[in-house]
């Protein structure tokens, strides 16, 4: 077996790549929705995301002779070979941070299992199971999922079609009793009985209770709804429903939950994909991560449109039929007299530059807004960096920087070098504190300056 470690945002020789040179080869420059569709589970379900969880990014991007990770962090395999993705805050196989913002996003219980295997590789597949409250509840939100089935009965009342067959075998000699099937709407089907059999197996962890409380009126559902239940068919209910994938359309979300709950019950990681010679595995959208644990830490200031949800739409524009231009900017502060804006973003600090910057500086046109912060995560204890807007051209020679309009780049500091996760914890709630209270205060900074200005 060969086994590669790397980091994300990080750029990598192929020399340094030929461990896991065939999957190099077969993953490089393909989409995560490219991915997501040869069997490699990625977090968040990357289909229907928009402009921000894009659909395009890769895992590994060729570039000349050299191999680019991006924004991307979990595992992935193909036949021989295992290639692991931790962010750039890991210590070794210690990767604290990626565990910290899963707990904070999706608010894990505090559960000491989920640190003590020294394997990365083991620690991104135990989180499977940490992902499953979240996927059954927003399945759940469509409803029950129901399927039809088809039903013997033997009785007086024929509402379907006869089975002579069984009817013969049955009503000889003749007592009134006709043999029929019927096709029925049932609940009590090979998907729920999937969930079903996962909620049992979760149950036994020693922190399954504690898990499943975050969910406890949907597991009654699907409890109320499985009667026939038994733990001796977790096998065939397994094999049947990876031959029978959900398709339809509206239930996209019974599907990401029915692959995740396969992938947790088979419980080995070579069995994820269907066979050796297939691409699997599981990826973390670093860039999403990092929006949402931001808005977990500043959601009381500011205003934060969920592309994903399609919740907060903003528009451009105003035509004669109707509004254009629809964006979603990552967080607009509450307050309207003093309108700002702010993007995370999970890549580097020397990487935020270009396109970057001309999406934030729409955005702060678009909201009035005359300053726009960049939020992201840094490895070096640095203070915030302030840009202001240029005015003038260099072909007239009169280039300046104006007073009024301005951009800064504010990191959190990520700890590095602890060799616990609780200490790594603890850590992280003291920066977090540091970073919203500069945040704030520069907020009121320029709060303060935009009035006397205007007085």
């Not at 990598?12 to 997501?36: A, C, G």
């Not at 295992?82 to 559960?111: A, C, H, M, W």
């Not at 079609?161 to 029925?184: K, L, S, V, W």
């Not at 046109?365 to 070096?380: M, Q, T």
């Amino acid at each position: 077996m060969n086994q590669l470690q790397i980091k994300d945002n990080q750029i990598y020789s192929n020399e340094e790549m030929s461990k896991v040179e065939k999957l190099r080869k077969k993953v490089s420059d393909k989409t995560l929705e490219q991915l997501e569709k040869e069997g490699v589970f990625v977090f968040p379900n990357t289909i229907n995301d928009s402009e921000d969880i894009k659909k395009e990014q890769m895992i590994l991007q060729t570039v000349n002779s050299h191999t680019r990770t991006g924004n991307v962090m979990g595992f992935i395999g193909y036949k021989n070979e295992r290639l692991t993705i931790g962010s750039r805050f890991s210590r070794g196989e210690k990767d604290f941070f990626i565990q910290y913002l899963l707990e904070n996003v999706l608010e894990f219980p505090n559960v000491v299992e989920m640190n003590t295997d020294g394997n990365q590789e083991n620690r991104l597949f135990n989180m499977l199971i940490f992902l499953f409250p979240s996927y059954l509840k927003s399945a759940l939100r469509k409803g029950v999922y129901k399927t039809y089935n088809q039903e013997e009965y033997n009785d007086y009342n024929i509402k379907g079609a006869i089975d002579i067959a069984r009817h013969i075998r049955q009503n000889i000699p003749f007592t009134g009793r006709i043999a029929y099937n019927q096709r029925e709407f049932s609940f009590d089907n090979n998907m729920m009985e999937l969930i079903r059999h996962t909620i049992e197996f979760i149950n036994m962890k020693s922190f399954g209770k504690q898990l499943l409380s975050k969910v406890e009126e949907e597991v009654k559902t699907v409890i109320e709804v499985t009667s026939s239940y038994g733990s001796f068919s977790r096998k065939k209910v397994i094999e049947v429903n990876k031959k029978n994938p959900i398709h339809h359309a509206y239930y996209h979300e019974y599907r990401t939950l029915q692959r995740l709950c396969i992938m947790i019950l088979q419980n080995q990681k070579h069995q994820i994909g269907i066979g050796s010679n297939q691409i699997h595995g599981i990826l973390f959208d670093g860039s999403w991560l990092w929006e949402e644990y931001i808005n977990s830490l500043i959601s009381d200031k500011f205003y934060h449109p969920m592309n994903k949800s399609r919740k907060g739409a903003q528009q451009l524009f105003s035509t004669d039929t109707g509004k254009a231009g629809l964006i979603y900017p990552d967080f607009l502060s509450r307050d309207i007299k003093n309108s700002f804006v702010a993007d995370a973003k999970y890549k580097p600090v020397e990487n935020i530059g270009n396109k970057d910057y001309l999406q934030v500086l729409a955005y702060m046109f678009r909201f009035n807004a005359k300053s726009g912060f960049y939020l992201y995560p840094e490895r070096h204890t640095i203070q915030a960096k302030t840009l202001t807007l240029n005015e003038g051209s260099t072909y007239e020679k009169n280039v300046k920087s104006r007073k009024d309009i301005f951009v800064t780049k504010l990191g959190l500091f990520i700890p590095y070098g602890y060799s616990t996760y609780e200490t790594f914890a603890s850590e992280m709630k003291k920066r977090e504190i540091e970073f919203v209270s500069c945040l704030y205060s520069d907020l009121e900074n320029k709060n303060a300056r935009f009035k006397k200005e205007e007085n």
